[in-house]
Structure formats: C-alpha cells, structure tokens
C-alpha cells in the first residue's frame, strides 16, 4: 500500500507534467532606425542573438515579425522567444553572452523594451515593465530630475508644516522619525503626486528615443522652473 508522503509526491509530479507544455516566452520590443542600411545591420545582429540563445538548455525557438512603421523614423521590430521552463528560459535572460550582446546592439537599435511570460520577471514615468532592463523608455534623466522635484518639494514642504502643526512625530528619535516621513513621503509622491505630473507634463515628458522640438523642451523646463519658483515664494511667505 502507498503511504500518504507517496500519493503526495505522485500528485506534485503530476501538476508538474501538466505545467511542462506551458513554455515560457520572452516578447521584445526594438526601436530600429528607419532605413535599409539600419535594417540589415539590425538583422545581422538579431541573427547573432539567436545564434547564441540555441545553445542554452530548453530553447524552443525564435521568431521575428515584420517590422511596423511607425513614422517620424520610428520602426519597430518584435521578437518572440520560447524556452521550455521559466528556469531555462531565466538562464538565458541572465546569462552574459546575452548581456554581452545587447551591449553590442545598441548600434542596431535606439531602444527596446520587453514583457516575459511565466518568469517571474514581470515607475513614475512608463507603465511599461522590464526592470533594470528599461532602455531609453522613460524621458531623459534630467527631465526626470525636474519633475519628481516639482512633486517632491512641495509634498516635503506641506508634510513638514503640517506634522509641525499638529505636534507629529516632534518628540521622536531622528532616525526613527525620518523613517516613517519617508515611508509618507514616497506613498504620497507614487499613489498622487506623481502620476498627476506625469500626466499634466506628458506633452513634455516623452521617451528618451522620441525626439522633442526644441521649443518643447523649453516649455516644459520653464514651466516647472516657474512653478518651483512660484511655490518657493508662497512656502517662503507662508513660513
């Protein structure tokens, strides 16, 4: 008679045997250069990448879709990966010969931005998901810096003169109090400050890899030059 530990091992390895057909896949997305010459070299490149992806374990296969223009020079290319496991599919994604690669690439394509599949893989600027792996999808760092201290300022500002107000937190230890301003600080500029920015600034706020008149990006830097400038005054005024 099979004991209890028994069945329950029989029924693990049956879930897993059902799971196994489910492959993992890992979907990019590439921002190429309009144009033949960039075509080919970015073929030459996606190329050398498949190459290195056959000799990992439990690799299925690769496709390449026909490119989408997007006009303004903009050309998408996406490529479909499929591994059998998300452990096989997650060695190939963290290896170095394909880190290696895609700093190789950055000749062949502006950006690239991807969505993976049963790896376990899955900000204030871009509902896009990747990580560490985000290329040239959120605006230029400096307008980033510009707009989380438009949101930053004023929540410090206000969160300050409110706590001292109300007595909040006066008597506590530093470093116990700046913890939990922190813990505030951060949920209120994510969950209300800064997707209202974004929003308010998106016109000004674009992809790194999309470019913006000049006359834009002027725009957008004085306005939010003039609005910290303006809440400088009224805080100033008001302390």
Request: glycine content about 8%; some cysteine; hydrophobic content about 45%.
């Amino acid at each position: 008679m099979a004991s209890s530990s028994e069945h329950a091992q029989e029924s693990q390895d049956s879930q897993d045997s059902q799971a196994d057909p489910f492959y993992s896949t890992f979907v990019v997305e590439y921002i190429v250069p309009d144009g033949q010459e960039a075509e080919v070299v970015f073929r030459r490149w996606y190329d050398r990448m498949v190459k290195a992806a056959r000799q990992f374990e439990g690799y299925t296969r690769a496709d390449l879709c026909p490119p989408l223009d997007c006009g303004n020079g903009v050309v998408k290319w996406y490529s479909i990966f499929h591994f059998r496991t998300p452990k096989e599919l997650n060695g190939w994604l963290k290896s170095s010969d394909r880190a290696n690669l895609l700093d190789e690439g950055h000749d062949a394509f502006l950006a690239y931005r991807y969505k993976s599949f049963t790896t376990g893989l899955e900000g204030w600027f871009s509902s896009h998901t990747g990580g560490a792996e985000q290329h040239s999808l959120g605006p230029p760092p400096w307008k980033q810096v510009l707009a989380v201290v438009l949101g930053l300022y004023p929540t410090l500002m206000i969160q300050s003169m409110v706590f001292g107000a109300l007595g909040i937190m006066q008597s506590w230890p530093m470093a116990t109090s700046l913890v939990i301003n922190n813990l505030i600080t951060s949920s209120i500029l994510t969950w209300v400050v800064m997707p209202r920015i974004s929003r308010m600034l998106s016109f000004w706020l674009r992809p790194a890899y999309r470019l913006t008149a000049l006359q834009t990006n002027l725009a957008g830097a004085g306005l939010v030059l003039a609005a910290l400038g303006f809440m400088a005054s009224v805080f100033t005024y008001l302390s």
